[in-house]
């Protein structure tokens, strides 16, 4: 019974990691990891790159995202949900795998600063398509199929971070196989910046 009780509480305490991982910050490498996700949304038989240019709903960047909340897309209602990732990315075909292609997803995340940043690069990275907004003001974007690697990012660079809440925004279209995206914010030095407050509720 003591060996059962002890395997039981390692069981209970690394399957509750995840959830409280990154304590509302960015991880040791820049990396967010603390999201308000919107999805699946099914594309038919668009192409990932239409899809990626088009906005589904007229807030896609900058939505008043809330957990729970009903967020109307293209004639249907989906739901904020709050994850946080195990990984440096998030896992979409993880949190729907009975819907994960020829789909597309956003993911919200409010970036609190104490003061203002300027100078930055942030990096993003998707499977496949993907796109990045702040502040509602597309950052960057990547339009063609691709999986996920970790160095093999897309960057926008002389980003600001205005002193207070910014809303970070993530798109990303998957057609076929692995659903993925990160995003990680780096300094004028290319260190990770990891000042930051990252919440799920404005």
Known sequence: MKISS?????????????????????DSEGYIRDWLVLAPLSIGESSGADELEKKQFAEEAQPA????????????????EKTA????????????????????????????ASEEKTGLTLKMNSNDQGKVYLN????????????????????????TLKKGVNVL????VNEENNWQGSVRILNQAGK???????????
């Open 85 to 112: 990732t195990k990984d440096f990315y998030i896992d979409f075909k993880e949190l729907h795998p009975s819907q994960s292609e020829h789909v597309v997803a956003w993911a919200v995340a409010y970036l609190v």
């Open 6 to 26: 002890a395997l039981c509480c390692a069981v209970l305490t690394v399957t509750s990691l995840p959830a409280a991982a990154q304590n509302g910050k960015p």
């Open 65 to 80: 995202a809330l957990e729970g909340g009903v967020q109307k897309v293209a004639g249907k209602e989906l739901t904020w």
């Open 136 to 159: 509602g003001k597309e950052l960057v974007k990547f339009t063609d199929t691709r999986s996920l690697e970790k160095d093999a990012d897309d960057a926008a660079t002389n980003v």
């Open 169 to 172: 925004v993530l798109k990303v």
């Open 192 to 202: 990770a910046v990891t000042d930051l407050k990252v919440a799920t509720r404005p």
